[in-house]
Nanobody, 122 residues
Framework: QVQLVESGGGLVQAGGSLRLSCAAS????????MGWFRQAPGKEREFVAA????????YYADSVKGRFTISRDNAKNTVYLQMDSLKPEDTAVYYC???????????????WGQGTQVTVSS
């Protein structure tokens, strides 16, 4: 079992930055692929970024490529999402999730956090 708790969301102006954190508890954190997803009101949950267990491989949705950076610190059981050049369309609830292997689809992830709200004003 892995428990995930996100933090770092908030309100920011367009062009600003936020850094999300996801703290994991339980065993085997370092063996999981970690991902970030987001869900805007009335829309389906969508993939944002993922990082392999070692941190050597990262994947991004086209909509955030070049603006967001995913990273992890296995010693701290934490995964991060640095979000720069934020746009109003980035407004959503952001979730971190854990999967046994690298994946970009919701169904591949077994464990989910409760989410943190990110609001970008224009």
């Amino acid at each position: 079992q892995v428990q995930l708790v996100e933090s770092g969301g908030g309100l920011v102006q367009a062009g600003g930055s936020l850094r999300l954190s996801c703290a994991a508890s339980g065993r085997r954190f370092s063996s999981f692929t970690m991902g970030w997803f987001r869900q805007a009101p009335g829309k389906e949950r969508e993939f944002v970024a993922a990082i392999s267990w070692s941190g050597s491989s990262t994947y991004y949705a086209d909509s955030v490529k070049g603006r967001f950076t995913i990273s992890r610190d296995n010693a701290k059981n934490t995964v991060y999402l640095q979000m720069d050049s934020l746009k109003p369309e980035d407004t959503a609830v952001y979730y971190c999730a854990a999967a046994p292997t690298i994946a970009v689809v919701v169904v591949a992830y077994d464990y989910w956090g409760q989410g943190t709200q990110v609001t970008v004003s224009s």
